[in-house]
């Protein structure tokens, strides 16, 4: 009888001590840093803000305490100010008004598949700019004016309100900083929501952001020796390299960097939704979840990234979540989606995306965070007892996130070579030395599956100096579809204030030992 290879005998042993065990996987890791390691930044899962509710978010007379919390207990894990994008579909709708204290909103009628639908109508004042200080010192922001509706008088007024408040005493002594303005956001969707006519294309968009551009920079006083520089493109998708289309690389041939503005961009934006759930019905966990969909839904922007990279540019995901249309029900607010968002943020960092603003909104479905009282349901619009802020299940994910990737501003990060299409795997490396390992299960377990079944990963090593003892933290999950009740290391986000609770879980075992990690499951490693 021939032998059985070294894993095939360990399997063996395993399914023989735990029927659960269904699989066995040897993973390589290096000791130190590849050359082509990417750096990983702490602030690689951001936000970015529907600018409708602002106020909400942020509070008036004083804070959102709920808010403020949610954003600082990343600061205390990265030791890094966070960053806040605020705009998106509302900046295209927005008017100012010195009449207005804050803000007045027109929204239309919820629906089930939209119960809390973006306002078509936002007029604001200058106080609705002021209130920026409430959130957390050294907090990184850029925020988007008004392209859409084509009133030069409506950009430069939020324009002027903007720079004044980001000079105010309160905003400056907090440290928070204006560091980019967005001039329009999707504008490659203007042709379809009636912003422009249906002959809408590249050249007249570069032409007419160019234009406004112009006047932005101006109020805003923007220079090459400005803080404060200007984003581009914001674009919803991309027609790749398609130079009649609207893409980085079509923007690019049109002239958008060689005019007085466009010389003042310094990061280029687009936007990305792995599905849809604008007309109902479709949205699968599962799907959401898998590693191979994952992996398409980034590398689509291959060519944008690297055109991006030539000229010399930073390149991030402005606005992303799970499913357009603020999410799918019983997919983009469950514990499946947190294992997604942690897969598709680190995967995202090795082709070349620098930062993920994860799209929020009031009420919306694929939040990680809602930040106010609700008094109708998420799902479906219909009337709940008040339920009130809380943070939901992707939360998580943005929390190992900043914890996988550390304080110390050295991270780099690669994805292992794992031949498994539901185990994805990632080390992380301080001042190019192996510090940790991210490993992630993405079969979703759910009501009614058969026996939940487990990995198990023996780990070696390439390079010397190995770590002989680990400790692993586990995201505990009790079903993919769970929109509550998780817990990470053995401590719950899900609080009244936000704060972490409860006493912190992990194991140390020997390396040799190897880590097992059951379906719908994520886990730290840390190498001591």
């Not at 032998?3 to 029927?19: D, E, I, P, T």
């Not at 759910?446 to 002989?468: K, N, Q, V, W």
Request: with cysteine; aromatic share 10%.
């Amino acid at each position: 009888m021939p032998r059985l290879s070294q894993q095939m005998q360990r399997l063996a042993q395993l399914v023989a001590l735990a029927s659960p065990i269904v699989s066995a996987i040897d993973v390589t890791i290096p000791i130190t840093a590849p050359n082509a390691a990417p750096t990983v930044s702490p602030n690689l899962v951001s936000l970015s803000i529907e600018q409708d509710r602002w106020i909400d978010w942020a509070g008036t007379a004083e804070p959102n305490q709920f808010f403020y919390n949610a954003l600082d207990n990343l600061v205390q894990i990265s030791r890094a100010s966070p960053w806040i994008r605020i705009g998106a579909d509302s900046e295209d709708h927005t008017l100012f008004s010195y009449d207005v204290e804050y803000e007045e909103d027109i929204f239309p009628a919820s629906t089930a598949i939209t119960p809390y639908p973006e306002a078509t109508n936002i007029t604001v004042g200058s106080r609705f700019y002021d209130i920026i200080s409430h959130l957390p010192a050294g907090t990184h922001v850029h925020w988007g004016v008004n392209l859409g509706q084509y009133n030069i008088t409506a950009t430069y007024l939020e324009t002027t309100a903007l720079v004044a408040a980001f000079n105010s005493p309160a905003v400056k002594d907090a440290g928070i900083t204006l560091d980019f303005i967005e001039v329009g956001n999707e504008a490659d969707l203007y042709a379809n929501n009636g912003a422009r006519n249906s002959s809408w294309n590249i050249y007249e968009y570069v032409d007419q952001w160019t234009s406004f551009a112009t006047n932005v920079s101006a109020t805003a006083g923007l220079s090459a020796s400005s803080y404060t520089k200007l984003i581009g493109c914001a674009f919803a998708g991309s027609s790749h390299n398609d130079l009649q289309g609207f893409s980085p690389q079509a923007a690019f041939a049109d002239g958008l960097l060689d005019s007085t503005p466009g010389r003042l961009i310094r990061t280029i934006s687009q936007h990305q939704y792995s599905g849809s759930f604008c007309t109902g019905g479709g949205a699968v966990l599962q799907d959401l979840m898998t590693k191979s969909y994952i992996r398409g839904n980034i590398t689509v922007f291959t060519p944008d990234i690297n055109a991006t990279h030539m000229e010399g540019l930073d390149y991030i995901l402005g606005e992303t979540n799970s499913m357009s249309c603020h999410g799918a029900p019983d997919v983009s607010n469950t514990a499946g989606a947190a294992l997604w968002l942690l897969d598709y943020s680190l995967f995202a960092s090795q082709v070349g995306i620098s930062r993920l603003h994860f799209h929020e909104g009031v009420g919306y479905k694929y939040n990680l965070i809602q930040p106010v009282t609700l008094n109708y349901s998420i799902l479906d619009g219909s009337p709940i007892a008040p339920l009130a802020p809380h943070v939901q299940p992707p939360y998580y994910g943005a929390i190992i996130a900043a914890e996988a990737i550390g304080a110390t501003g050295t991270a780099q990060a690669i994805e292992l070579a794992i031949n498994e299409t539901d185990v994805s795997g990632y080390a992380l490396f301080e001042y190019g030395n192996l510090a940790r390992a991210v490993f992630i299960n993405t079969v979703a377990y759910l009501p009614g599956d058969a026996t939940r079944t487990s990995t198990h990963i023996d780990l070696s090593f390439t390079g010397y100096g190995a770590s002989t003892q680990m400790t692993i933290k586990r995201l505990n999950i009790g079903y993919a579809n769970d929109t509550s009740g998780l817990t990470w290391g053995g401590q719950t986000y899900e609080t009244s204030d936000a704060r972490v609770s409860g006493q912190e879980v992990v194991e140390t075992v020997p390396v040799s030992a190897g880590v097992d990690i059951q379906e719908t499951e994520a886990i730290l490693v840390q190498f001591l």
